[in-house]
């Protein structure tokens, strides 16, 4: 007999500490010698995200040719480049301080609405994902179509617009 395992308060924790210790980073105290040695990472974090926004596209296209072996590796490895991501970000964000958008006017509105999008989506993100691996990994594949047919436009949502607010913030590092 087959064991299950109950991920969804696994699931739950991840999905609430993620943006709970975000924005603890937020209002921490920052060390400046630090702000300099990690300057690299917003590229590296938009670079991250570019990769991601590929094979997500990639694995949509994997799984509409039903090739689910590649749709599989093309989806671990997407959620691989999340995690680096996190980590990457988390980083950034505990050693650094933040970055003030400089754009005036209509562009100004049109960066926080996407910045405002971007960081709501990306809260819901977490459990998204967690959820339509985990029925993927326990093969339950007709749970797993349902979710993942929400689970992969907000993703791609996400590290599109991740990409996006570094372009139009970078010039104000």
């Not at 980073?25 to 400046?32: A, D, F, I, N, T």
Request: aromatic letters at 12%; a positive charge; zero cysteines.
């Amino acid at each position: 007999m087959e064991k299950t395992y109950n991920l969804k308060p696994l699931i739950a924790v991840v999905s609430i500490l993620i943006p709970v210790v975000v924005a603890i980073l937020y209002l921490m105290p920052k060390e400046s010698i630090a702000t300099d040695y990690f300057s690299f990472l917003p590229k590296v974090n938009a670079t991250l995200n570019s990769i991601a926004t590929v094979l997500l596209i990639a694995a949509g296209w994997a799984v509409k040719q039903k090739n689910f072996e590649l749709h599989k590796k093309l989806m671990l490895s997407a959620v691989g480049v999340s995690v680096l991501f996190l980590v990457s970000y988390v980083t950034y964000h505990a050693t650094t301080e933040s970055t003030i958008y400089g754009g005036e006017g209509t562009i100004r509105y049109v960066y926080l609405f996407i910045l405002l999008t971007h960081i709501i989506l990306a809260i819901a993100i977490v459990p998204l994902v967690l959820i339509t691996l985990s029925r993927a990994l326990a093969q339950k594949f007709d749970k797993h179509k349902k979710i993942a047919r929400w689970t992969l436009p907000l993703w791609l949502y996400v590290t599109i617009t991740g990409v996006i607010v570094y372009f139009m913030i970078s010039p104000y590092y």
